[in-house]
Structure formats: C-alpha cells, structure tokens
C-alpha cells in the first residue's frame, strides 16, 4: 500500500469514528500506523481508564473491534461500497495496560486479500478472521479476535 | 436481596462508574434493575449508535462487561473489599440492536453465592462466569459470556 493510499483510509476512516460513532470519538481513537502489513489503532489511557488507574476492559475490546472492522473495511478494497459487520469477538486479558491503549492488527497477506475480495464480489459477502494484539508495558495485555462480515451495500 | 440493598448497590456502581470510567459515563449506563436473580443495565442508543444507525458494537460488549463486572462485585458480597478483574470476554452477535441497549446478567443463586464467597475468603481469589444477553427488538441481539476474578484487595 502506497502511503498516499493508506493516508486517504485514515482519514476516511478517523472521519466516521470521530463524526458518527460517539463512543470512538469519547475514546479518542486514531490510527497512527498503516501499511500493507499492519493497523496499529491507538487511543489515550487518560479517556479510557477505570477506578484500577489502568486501562478500562470495555476500551480494549473496543478498540480490538475497531481495529479489526478498519481492518476488513481495508481489506474489501478501496472502490468497494460494502458494510463490515463484527460477528464474533474474544478478548483474552493477560495483564493490565498502564499507559496510552494500542491495538496491532495484522493485515491479509495480498493472496488472502485478492481470495476476500473474489468472494465478497461473487456472493456479495464474506468474512474476515482478524488477531489483534494489545500490549502491556511488560509483555502481551490483550489478546483480541474477531469475525467481521463485508456485506456489498444495495446499488453497489 | 432487599430493596434496600439493591438501590444502595445501584447508588455505589453508578457512582463508580460515572466518577471513574470515562467511557461508562460516555455511555451513559445505568443499573435499572437489580434483585436477587437479575442485574439489568442499560444505555441509550444515542451515546452508542454507528454509522448505520444501530448500536455500535463496542458499545453492546462494553455494556456486557459492565453488567458481568457489577454482578461478580455483588456475588463477592457487601462486606468484602475487593477488586473484580476480567479475564475473558466473547461477545457472539445475532442481529442488529436498534433502540436502547439492554444488558440481561442472570445472578448466581444463593447456593453458588455462598460457595463463590467461599472460595474468594478462603484463597483470595474466585472466578465467576456469568451469561449476559442483549436483546434485539426481534429476539436475542448478542450473547456475551465472560469471566471475572474477584481478587481481595491488600489489606482488607
């Protein structure tokens, strides 16, 4: 992905979160890294805490959740007009996150992504296993998967 | 559990998780019903829409993780000073929520109180799974299934 190309998901992206889903705008979620490997979604500890002083449970399954929908948004292509639907998600937590949230989602390699988006062309919807990595300040804080669903939106 | 006491417990949570956790307060969630069988909280569609005019999915997990951490503090019981902790979050989702959010977390009966009390004095620690449901207006929206570790508190 050329940087060009992955500016213009970011701000397409960041635009919905922060215009039309109250709940990642009060996050204060961004992504802050993009290429054709890799999203990094990273939002502040100070808008997430809880009374621990540590990251809130309820942010890190959100921000796993919007990592992983920008992920399969990306993923079913640029000039494709489809919704992403989370299916399925699981949040494992090993160990509390003490500063700022990050959430590392792992892009389909381009073979798995040309196959998701033959699908998605063909029957007009497909679905999208996703692992994302949360880290703590001293190994793995969250282990985040999902099952997202690109469904072709009517007219497209 | 007395009327009393469930309003002394709502009045305790709320104020917890609207003094401390800025996306509980985002939110907008409440307790609205609490006896000895059923913890139901719940949070306006308006705090917590997406893009496509239905409850965003971090929103329908974060309430999940809500009702499941308020009813594993409950189980723990009033006299006891202790940290509830979660360990493992699946939210599985069914059909879209299209009004208000609903969070159904069935308690655990007095039986399973007592041994859950037990096991949490005896070591320290005790693990609960409890089942939330969140309907939809056409049947069950998601499922959520957690698990929270109640962890005495240094000192207490």
């Known amino acids: 992905m050329d940087p060009r190309t992955a500016a213009a998901w970011i701000e397409r992206i960041e635009h919905l979160w922060h215009g039309q889903l109250p709940l990642a705008a009060a996050m204060d979620a961004r992504i802050t890294r993009l290429d054709g490997r890799i999203l990094v979604a990273t939002a502040p500890l100070a808008a997430n805490i809880n009374h621990m002083g540590t990251a809130f449970g309820g942010s890190l399954q959100t921000l796993g959740t919007l990592a992983g929908w920008a992920a399969t948004?990306?993923?079913?292509?640029?000039?494709?007009?489809?919704?992403?639907?989370v299916r399925n998600a699981h949040a494992r937590f090993h160990r509390p996150v003490t500063s700022d949230l990050v959430a590392e989602c792992a892009l389909p390699d381009e073979a798995a992504t040309a196959d998701f988006q033959r699908r998605l062309a063909r029957r007009g919807r497909a679905l999208l296993r996703v692992e994302v990595q949360l880290p703590a300040d001293d190994g793995l804080g969250v282990e985040f998967r999902g099952e997202f669903a690109a469904v072709s939106a009517p007219g497209s």
């Open 73 to 85: 948004l990306i993923t079913a292509g640029d000039d494709m007009r489809c919704h992403i639907i």
